[in-house]
């Protein structure tokens, strides 16, 4: 898996750092630790948010939302909902893959997955420790409307409007 | 107290989860295991990226990073964010540490938020899921309208935003 592969390389590396200079390495780890509790705090948070979200938002909401609803009034549905939730891509696809299955356009479809990756409402917390508030909003936004231009692509291209 | 400040965010979403679990059992505790697994998926991939990053910012000096990714990299600066961005593994927030210490080394602001949008939308694993999953025809025509996009947000942020704000992220950045 992705994860045992990081893992791997970095204690790889690590072993590489500590052979050249045990000093730089040990200092590799304390700015490691501290950039990492740094953002802890907000990262605990947001993975709450998330339990809580998908609790609520589970494949029968969603697919109740935009399932059969077809314009573009399901497809700001879908946006809306992928730019709040955050569902990891091997948990996203075979969902969206369900959702067309079960009826759901390629428009609406496009606009939930380019959302859910380019839009983060719950993970915007972390982002504006790093961004601050203005920039995240403004790149969340911009994210959100050019999701729509994706959505349109996509359905001309693959749902063949 | 500070701490208590620092970990507010934090409680205030634990609060919400209790009220759920004492509200609505059943939607609480499949809440609580749903956290559960964000969080192992955190443990597999957030540590490594950290040292991987407090190493990069140990051993890397920025003269190299600047030149390869700061105001004068030109396309070599813009294909490089997307390559780092597309290779990586991991939620949104993975990136926005690795952001930061980019900026430390002196990658331009446009560089950064081309990264960030190329882990955002073409990362390559999620890509070959995203093909199986959804078909080539929907994936690949999602990255060719993304990776413009990419470009022109990472633009358009630069253009709107002024000069003292880019200088107090970078400082932020530093202290980070």
């Known amino acids: 898996m992705n994860g045992y592969l990081m893992y791997g390389l970095v204690i790889l590396l690590l072993m590489v750092s500590y052979y050249k ?11 490691a630790w501290k950039s990492f509790e740094n953002i802890l705090p907000q990262l605990l948070g947001v993975l709450i948010l998330v339990g809580i979200m998908l609790a609520i938002f ?43 299955n079960s009826g759901a356009g390629y428009m609406q479809i496009g606009a939930f997955v380019s959302t859910l990756m380019m839009v983060g409402v719950i993970t915007a917390p972390v982002e504006v420790q790093y961004f601050g508030k203005r920039m995240t909003l403004m790149r969340n936004v911009l994210a959100f409307f050019f ?13 063949g409007l | 107290m500070k701490l208590l400040k620092r970990y507010r ?17 059943e939607l609480g505790i499949e809440a609580i295991s749903i956290t559960g697994y964000s969080l192992k998926e955190m443990i ?58 980019f900026m430390k080394k002196g990658v331009k602001f446009s560089n950064v938020l081309i990264f960030i949008g190329a882990w955002s939308t073409t990362k390559i694993p999620m890509l070959l899921f995203e093909i199986s999953a959804l078909g080539a025809k929907f994936a690949l025509t999602r990255l060719l ?27 932020k950045a530093e202290s980070m």
Do not use: H
């Open chain 1, 58 to 100: 589970d494949a029968v909401l969603i697919s109740r939302l935009i399932g059969n609803e077809s314009g573009w009034l399901g497809v700001v549905f879908s946006a809306l909902v992928g730019a709040i939730t955050l569902i990891p891509g091997f948990v996203a696809f075979p969902t969206a893959a369900l959702l067309l």
């Open chain 1, 21 to 31: 200079d045990r000093k730089k390495t040990k200092m590799a780890l304390l700015k």
């Open chain 1, 147 to 159: 999701s729509f231009a994706v959505a349109y692509v996509i359905g001309k291209v693959v749902g």
């Open chain 2, 145 to 171: 309208v993304d990776i413009p996009g990419i470009i022109l947000i990472a633009y358009v942020l630069c253009t709107f935003a002024d000069q003292a704000e880019i200088e107090r992220i970078y400082k």
């Open chain 2, 44 to 101: 597999l991939v957030i540590p490594p990226i950290f040292v991987l990053l407090g190493l990069l910012d140990v051993w890397v000096p920025k003269e190299t990073m600047i030149k390869y990714m700061g105001e004068d990299s030109g396309l070599k600066g813009i294909l490089l964010a997307f390559l780092i961005g597309s290779a990586a593994a991991g939620p949104l927030y993975g990136a926005f540490p690795v952001a930061a210490v």
């Open chain 2, 9 to 25: 965010f934090f409680l205030i979403a634990a609060l919400f989860l209790s009220i759920l679990v004492l509200r609505n059992r």
